[in-house]
């Protein structure tokens, strides 16, 4: 019998907005690809 897969949820709020400030990004950054390139 196969195994389900487990499911992670991450959810952050940034509400003083330093994440948009310091990166020029609008915000909210939503979804996984969205969040890599955030991040680099």
Known sequence: MAEKQK???I???????????KT???T???GFEENL????
């Open 7 to 9: 499911k992670l949820l």
């Open 11 to 21: 959810l952050v709020v940034d509400r003083d907005n330093d994440v948009g400030r």
């Open 24 to 26: 020029g990004l609008s």
């Open 28 to 30: 909210p950054i939503v």
């Open 37 to 40: 390139k955030a991040a680099q």
